[in-house]
């Protein structure tokens, strides 16, 4: 991205270059507001390219009750297939019931009979179970125990990918992302913030009137270089590891429960290889340490086997990144998905930090960030609406490679 020294003033910075600041970076262009992106790395570095790499309502998530998480993932499915159609495509998805698999056939059929009307019995919302003459057709998928097949449909993205797209919608309407650009403090003045970064090296200052913290897993070490300190949430990260394995998979997403806990793991189609996560293991230290450990490579591979007990096994690729969830004493499994927005002033924000948040919710993330902020910002002509906004990939890619 660009270098040029910055102007001195600019009406809304976002630290941290993963989706949801894409996102915020996006919307506040759209809005008519001068915005400025700053990310240490690389656009998408951290969790924003170690997802499982889909775009979906959360068909678990009813089990919690989170009906509004998965109303308001189901309508951004819809929207990101129509602004993104070469970055996000719908595939089945496949989930195997056992006579020792936990949630039994009613409880699917009644959970993805809920899925289809939160989705407005859209074509991609709807589902059907397959006749066992079929099963022999599914990749080799174990049939022993095996009672019934059920297929539905979501969405599947290059998350990376995805993320530069908005990034470059966003460059487009006038906002500048500056990657290599080391955030270090912002310092509340009577009319906004002093932000200071290093670039490359060189020290960098201008005025902004709001500031977001979109750093994802390192969004209290951004929150503790902010004075005044403002206010925070009590996180806790966990990591996620994948695993790139030999073979592909042609007819689809196998949604599974692993067999040691009963957790979903997904064996998706992956650039010509099964790419095969996620685990939740609680994580200490800097988020850009994170990587496999052992028994996540172990936890997921003898899940692999249980399903696919003729495929190869063999790993190509792991890796791992952090997910931000609320504290607690339970199973990260268990915990809420739903994303927080913490600002600094409830009457008259000027500041608001982006708590968690998922993949698929990160337009309507970003619009609400920005609505908060806009009591503090003087009146803009608004430019676009997000979506709208056709989001396109970089010339020669292709989702199904």
Excluded: C
């Excluded at 495509?89 to 009644?110: C, D, E, G, K, N």
């Excluded at 096994?313 to 268990?334: E, I, M, Q, Y």
């Excluded at 609505?371 to 609406?385: C, E, N, S, T, Y």
């Amino acid at each position: 991205m660009s270098a040029e020294p910055a102007s001195d003033r600019r009406d809304l910075v976002v630290v941290g270059g993963g989706i949801h600041g894409a996102g915020v970076l996006q919307a506040a262009a759209a809005a008519g507001l001068s915005a400025l992106l700053l990310e240490e790395r690389e656009l998408a570095a951290g969790t924003s390219s170690r997802s499982s790499k889909l775009i979906h309502g959360g068909l678990r998530y009813l089990e919690s009750g989170q009906l509004a998480l998965v109303r308001e993932s189901l309508r951004e499915r819809t929207t990101l297939l129509r602004i993104a159609p070469k970055l996000v495509r719908v595939l089945p998805f496949l989930i195997p019931v056992y006579a020792q698999t936990t949630r039994r056939p009613r409880t699917i059929r009644a959970g993805l009979g809920l899925y289809a009307l939160l989705g407005s019995l859209r074509r991609e919302a709807l589902f059907a179970r397959l006749p066992a003459s079929e099963w022999g057709q599914l990749d080799g998928l174990a049939t022993d125990g095996l009672e019934a097949v059920f297929r539905y449909f979501d969405g599947q993205t290059d998350d990376a990918a995805l993320t530069r797209a908005v990034v470059r919608s966003a460059t487009s309407l006038g906002a500048e992302a500056r990657t290599g650009a080391r955030f270090e403090r912002a310092e509340r003045r009577v009319d906004g913030w002093s932000v200071r970064w290093t670039e490359r090296g060189e020290p960098r200052r201008l005025q902004a009137r709001v500031l977001v913290n979109a750093a994802g897993p390192w969004i209290e070490d951004v929150r503790a270089r902010i004075d005044p300190v403002p206010p925070g949430f009590a996180v806790d990260l966990v990591a996620g590891t994948h695993l790139e394995i030999e073979g592909r998979l042609e007819r689809g997403i196998y949604y599974v429960e692993a067999p040691r806990d009963r957790r979903a793991v997904f064996a998706i189609p992956w650039k010509g290889r099964t790419l095969l996560g996620t685990t939740e293991t609680p994580y200490a230290g800097d988020p850009a340490r994170v990587v496999p450990l052992q028994a996540e490579v172990d936890y997921l591979l003898e899940t692999h086997a249980r399903y696919f007990p003729r495929h190869s096994a063999r790993v190509l690729a792991s890796w791992a990144g952090n997910r931000v969830l609320p504290r607690g004493t339970g199973r990260a499994f268990d915990r809420p998905r739903e994303t927080t927005l913490v600002v600094d002033d409830e009457a008259r924000p000027s500041l608001v930090a982006i708590y968690g948040g998922k993949l698929t919710g990160y337009r309507a993330t970003a619009d609400r960030v920005v609505q908060r902020l806009l009591p503090g910002l003087p009146p803009r002509a608004r430019l676009a609406r997000t979506d709208e906004l056709l989001l396109e990939p970089e010339p020669g890619f292709t989702l199904d490679a």
